[in-house]
C-alpha cells in the first residue's frame, strides 16, 4: 500500500525550530517529487515547499523561504521539513503530498504545528 | 504568482443534485489544473487532474472541464459521501490552490 506518514510536529514558542519528518512506503520513492502543503487552522490550502527525486532542485513558497529548508533521504525513504524562525502564522496541519507530473496524488495524514507562548 | 478564485465559496444541495464549482486562474495555466475534495480533519483527496482526467478510483459522477483560465468541477449526482470541501489548485507554475468550496446539504 503506498502511504506517507508525517511525524515531529508539536508546540513550539515563536522563534523557535521545529523539524517535521515524512516517511514513505509502498512505492519508490527516489523516483518521486515531494511537496509540503500546510492548511492554517480554519484555513485553505498553502503549497510549502518542493524537491526534487534526487534533492538536487529545491523550492519555498515566499513565506518560508528564508526560515525552512526542506530536504530528503532516499536511503531511509524520507522527506524532511526545518523549519526555524517560527512565527504565529506557521501554525497549522503540514501535509507532505507525493508529486506525480506536477500533481500531488498521494498525501500523509498531517501533522499538526503550533507555534505559541 | 498565479492567483486562484473559486466560486461560490459555499454550496448548499440535496442529494441528487447536479452541482457545479467554477475556478478562474489570474492567467492562463493551460489544463495544469487539478481538483481535490477534503473532508473535515482528513487530508485532501485527489479528483480530477490535467483539467479533466479522473483519478484512479474516483466516481464517474465526477468531471472537469475547462482550458486557459476558467475552469468546472462538476458533480452529475450527488451523493451523501460528497459533502465536503473542493479545491482547485494550478500546476503550471509551482502550486497554488483556490480558496476552497464547501459543499454542505440543504
Known amino acids: 500500500e503506498v502511504q506517507l506518514v508525517e511525524s515531529g510536529g508539536g508546540l513550539v514558542q515563536p522563534g523557535g525550530s521545529l523539524r517535521l519528518s515524512c516517511a514513505a512506503s509502498?512505492?519508490?520513492?527516489?523516483?518521486?517529487?515531494m511537496n509540503w502543503v500546510r492548511q492554517a487552522p480554519g484555513k485553505g490550502l498553502e503549497w510549502v515547499s518542493y524537491?526534487?527525486?534526487?534533492?538536487?532542485?529545491?523550492y519555498y513558497a515566499d513565506s518560508v523561504k528564508g526560515r525552512f529548508t526542506i530536504s530528503r533521504d532516499n536511503a531511509k525513504n524520507s522527506v524532511y521539513l526545518q523549519m526555524n524562525s517560527l512565527r504565529a502564522e506557521d501554525t497549522a496541519v503540514y501535509y507532505c503530498?507525493?508529486?506525480?507530473?506536477?500533481?500531488?496524488?498521494?498525501w500523509g495524514k498531517g501533522t499538526t504545528v503550533t507555534v505559541s507562548s | 504568482d498565479i492567483q486562484m478564485t473559486q466560486s461560490p465559496s459555499t454550496l448548499s444541495a440535496s442529494v441528487g443534485d447536479r452541482v457545479t464549482i467554477t475556478c478562474r486562474a489570474s492567467?492562463?495555466?493551460?489544463?495544469?489544473l487539478a481538483w481535490y475534495q477534503q473532508k473535515p480533519g482528513k487530508a485532501p483527496k485527489l479528483l480530477i487532474y490535467?483539467?479533466?482526467s479522473l483519478e484512479s478510483g474516483v466516481p464517474s459522477r465526477f468531471s472537469g472541464s475547462g482550458s486557459g483560465t476558467e475552469f468546472t468541477l462538476t458533480i452529475s449526482s450527488l451523493q451523501p459521501d460528497d459533502f465536503a470541501t473542493y479545491y482547485c489548485?494550478?500546476?503550471?507554475?509551482?502550486?497554488?490552490f483556490g480558496q476552497g468550496t464547501k459543499v454542505d446539504i440543504k
Open positions: 503530498a507525493r508529486v506525480l507530473t506536477q500533481r500531488m496524488d498521494v
Open positions: 509502498g512505492f519508490t520513492f527516489r523516483s518521486y517529487e
Open positions: 524537491i526534487s527525486g534526487g534533492g538536487e532542485t529545491v
Open positions: 492567467q492562463s495555466i493551460s489544463s495544469w
Open positions: 490535467k483539467a479533466s
Open positions: 489548485q494550478q500546476y503550471n507554475s509551482f502550486w497554488t
